[in-house]
């Protein structure tokens, strides 16, 4: 099986017609694939914990455009892509999924900007509501973060090929790079490489503050992604909660 990302680098050109996002996605065709099988280990507390490793610079792709792909375990969403940029100062990215009820790609539901260190400023689709558009912005930003942080930090990217029979279709289409790779997570890795944690104002007990929106002086409002603070040896509180949403 290759990465759904293909199907949706065949449907790009329609897509950028169709959607008001549709921008976001020039050169998808060309870019490179990376396909993380494993949701579990990409959405461990052992990755979350190696963001600080890559947010206190401004963030680095491994090439000028690349594909994000995330294998969902849902069914109703078989995979979770992201389409990131690479510019002079600054990363762009344009979050949508594979609805596998509908067997379809949803519009674009977020765009992310990467301009400063640790912070997303991130504009959702205007179809969705207020609670959707924080899981969207939530999952979109936390998808470039963490890739990053395995491809750094505890990750092994292996090379994969299209067969040349299954070519064609997407070649007609203009898709081009048929070498894709797949991420290998290794959380033992994670964890060697995870900082110290402190500060003067960590909790008494471990706890995950939760990602949320922030007033910037200048009237914007970007997302300050979910982070862990407090000290384990102290306990912990866990907080659970499940948010639905709908595709636009």
């Known amino acids: 099986m290759i990465p759904e990302a293909y199907e949706f680098k065949r449907l790009a050109s329609e897509f950028r017609r169709t959607s008001i996002y549709g921008f976001?996605?020039?050169?998808?065709?060309?870019?490179?694939v990376y396909h993380f099988a494993d949701q579990a280990a990409f959405d461990s507390d052992e990755v979350d914990a190696l963001g600080p490793l890559i947010m206190d610079k401004p963030l680095l792709l491994p090439h000028p455009a690349v594909v994000f792909e995330v294998k969902d375990r849902d069914p109703i969403r078989s995979s979770l892509l992201?389409?990131?940029r690479q510019f002079d100062d600054r990363v762009e990215a344009g979050f949508v999924f594979r609805d596998g009820k509908r067997r379809k790609w949803t519009d674009c539901l977020v765009h992310a900007v990467f301009a400063e260190p640790g912070v997303a400023e991130v504009t959702a689709h205007p179809k969705l509501s207020t609670d959707e558009a924080n899981v969207y912005h939530a999952v979109a930003t936390g998808i470039v973060w963490r890739a990053l942080s395995i491809?750094?930090?505890?990750?092994?990217?292996?090379?994969?090929?299209?067969?040349?029979?299954?070519?064609?279709g997407y070649a007609k289409a203009g898709v081009r790079g048929w070498t894709w790779h797949q991420v290998t997570i290794d959380l033992e890795r994670a964890r060697a490489k995870q900082p110290p944690a402190g500060g003067t104002h960590a909790s008494p007990r471990w706890h995950i503050r939760r990602g949320h929106w922030r007033q910037l002086a200048d009237g914007r409002r970007v997302f300050v992604r979910e982070c862990q603070v407090g000290d384990p040896a102290q306990g912990g509180v866990v907080k659970d909660y499940m948010v639905k949403g709908r595709a636009a």
Do not use: S
């Not at 090379?159 to 299954?166: E, L, S």
């Open 24 to 32: 976001l996605f020039e050169g998808i065709e060309e870019a490179p």
């Open 82 to 84: 992201v389409y990131a």
């Open 151 to 168: 491809l750094a930090h505890a990750g092994e990217a292996r090379d994969r090929k299209v067969m040349p029979a299954q070519r064609a």
